[in-house]
């Protein structure tokens, strides 16, 4: 058995790190970018707002099943 962590996990952080880059990229950022309000606030704060703690907690519950995992073996 190896002592470092499965390499989908590997994998899945990569993935993770490409997600986000793209999240605050040119293309969602002009997809987002209009004259929009939703409950008065604009479509593109309100994306960071919703899509940045999103991103967080995502790679907060990956972190704890990598540590679960870990305690596994």
Same mark, same amino acid.
């Given at each position: 058995?190896s &002592?470092g962590? !499965?390499?989908?996990?590997r994998?899945? @952080? ?9 999240? #605050? &990229?040119?293309?969602?950022? !002009?997809?987002? &970018? ?12 309100l /994306?960071? $707002?919703?899509? @940045?703690? $999103?991103?967080?907690?995502? #790679? /907060?519950?990956?972190?704890?099943? $990598?540590?679960?995992?870990e305690? &596994?073996?």
């Open positions: 058995m &002592n962590p !499965h390499p989908h996990f994998d899945a @952080w990569v993935l993770f790190f490409a997600l986000g880059v793209i999240m #605050i &990229n040119f293309p969602f950022i !002009h997809i987002f &970018n209009k004259d929009i309000l939703l409950f008065g606030i604009p479509l593109l704060v /994306y960071f $707002l919703v899509g @940045w703690p $999103l991103s967080i907690l995502v #790679i /907060y519950i990956f972190a704890r099943m $990598l540590d679960k995992t305690k &596994n073996r």
